[in-house]
Every structure is written in structure tokens, then in C-alpha cells.
């Protein structure tokens, strides 16, 4: 399995809160990219990164930020939780990006009450 | 218009059948095409990559027509095991899109 890891895996949150989600991997890939997974609209983007401090938006990242400082690490965060942001959150790591596959995180569950 | 759709579903078949999952794609400069598997409250993982000549791994076929923009996915000889969500995803630039997915039950 590629080496990826999110923390926390489950989370609960008050509506307001900043939150922010952690994807770790090992494998020294350059494209990160962080996706919201909700019944119905299946697997759908909110930002990506190419390299350290590079970044771009996805189709849904209005209430979200990201940040590369390092190769390992690409941060997720909501700014100011709402319950719409309920959901599960799945980081994906690939070599070269759209040219091969991509691997999973084991996801991380976020519900905002 | 969503960049990669697909049928969602159900699919509920009995083990040994054949089944076929069919998905278009909406951009023909989409590059790459891909078939990954979920398990219920797991991630996706990578079943098998999609090519043009079509390509085999055990008892699934996956193939791309590129002219029509859709791919396929065909399991022979379906097992309990298959039982998952497979979901479809097309390529382009550096995003991968990904269909609903289509759920599939094998049953005994």
C-alpha cells in the first residue's frame, strides 16, 4: 500500500470552528490533492498541489484553504466549519499526476453539529 | 455537465455471472482512464488502468473506446468478493474526475 496517512480520522466539530485535516505520505510524490466524497455526487475535488507551495482550486473549494510547505505534508482547512462541510474527506497522492494513478488515504469522517 | 457519469446502480447479480459496467467521459482530451474499486466506508483503490488496445487482469476486461469517449469494465465469473462500488475516472491535465460509481452486490 502507498504510504499515506490522514490524521485525525474521525472528527467532530462545532459550526464556526476552524478545522484542519493533515495528509502525511512517504512516498515522495509531487501531486497531493485533497477530495470531499458525499452520497450522490460521488468523489469531488477541492484542491490539489503540484509541488511545494504550488497549488490550484478544484470544482469545490469555497470554504477551504490548503498549504504545501513540505513535500510530505499538504494541510487541509475550513476556515469556518458549516454543517454543509459534513463529509468525508480523502487525500490522494499521485507521481505525475493525471499521467498515472492515484492512491487513497484511508479518509477522515468530519461531522460539523 | 459532469466530466465522467456513469449508470449508479444497483447492479445485483448472482456469483458466476457476467456483469458490465459502461461510463462515458465528456472531454475528448481526457488522457488517462482508470477503474478503482470502494468498499463500504474505505477508499478507493486501484483496480486497473484503461487502455485504447483494451487490457485484461484475471477475470476483468476493461477497454477504451475513445472515438464513442466511453470506457468499459466487464467481471467474468463474478465472486462474493467483487461486491464493492466500482467507480470510473478519466483524466485530464493533472485532475482526475471521477464518476458516482456504480454499486455492485454479488449474491450467493
Known amino acids: 500500500d502507498a504510504g499515506i496517512t490522514q490524521s485525525p480520522r474521525h472528527k467532530v466539530t462545532e459550526t464556526g470552528t476552524p478545522v484542519t485535516l493533515r495528509c502525511h505520505q512517504t512516498e515522495n510524490h509531487r501531486y497531493m490533492y485533497w477530495y470531499r466524497q458525499d452520497p450522490g455526487h460521488g468523489l469531488r475535488l477541492i484542491h490539489y498541489s503540484y509541488g511545494v507551495k504550488d497549488t490550484d482550486k478544484g470544482e469545490v473549494s469555497d470554504g477551504y484553504s490548503v498549504s504545501r510547505s513540505k513535500t510530505e505534508d499538504f494541510l487541509l482547512t475550513l476556515e469556518s466549519a458549516t454543517s454543509s462541510q459534513t463529509s468525508v474527506y480523502f487525500c490522494a497522492i499521485s507521481p505525475e499526476g493525471g499521467v498515472t494513478e492515484a492512491f487513497f488515504g484511508q479518509g477522515t469522517r468530519l461531522t460539523v453539529v | 455537465r459532469k466530466e465522467v457519469e456513469q449508470d449508479p446502480g444497483p447492479f445485483n447479480v448472482p456469483e458466476g455471472a457476467t456483469v458490465a459496467f459502461n461510463c462515458t467521459y465528456s472531454?475528448?482530451?481526457?488522457?488517462?482512464f482508470f477503474w478503482y474499486r470502494q468498499d463500504c466506508r474505505k477508499e478507493p483503490k486501484l483496480l486497473m488502468s484503461?487502455?485504447?488496445s483494451g487490457n485484461e487482469d484475471g477475470r476483468f476486461t476493461a477497454q477504451l473506446n475513445r472515438a464513442s469517449q466511453y470506457i468499459s469494465l466487464l467481471i467474468r465469473d463474478s465472486k462474493l468478493s467483487d461486491s464493492a462500488t466500482y467507480l470510473c475516472?478519466?483524466?485530464?491535465?493533472?485532475?482526475?474526475?471521477f464518476g458516482t460509481g456504480t454499486s455492485l452486490t454479488v449474491i450467493p
Open positions: 475516472v478519466g483524466t485530464t491535465g493533472n485532475q482526475f474526475y
Open positions: 484503461v487502455y485504447s
Open positions: 472531454n475528448s482530451a481526457s488522457q488517462s
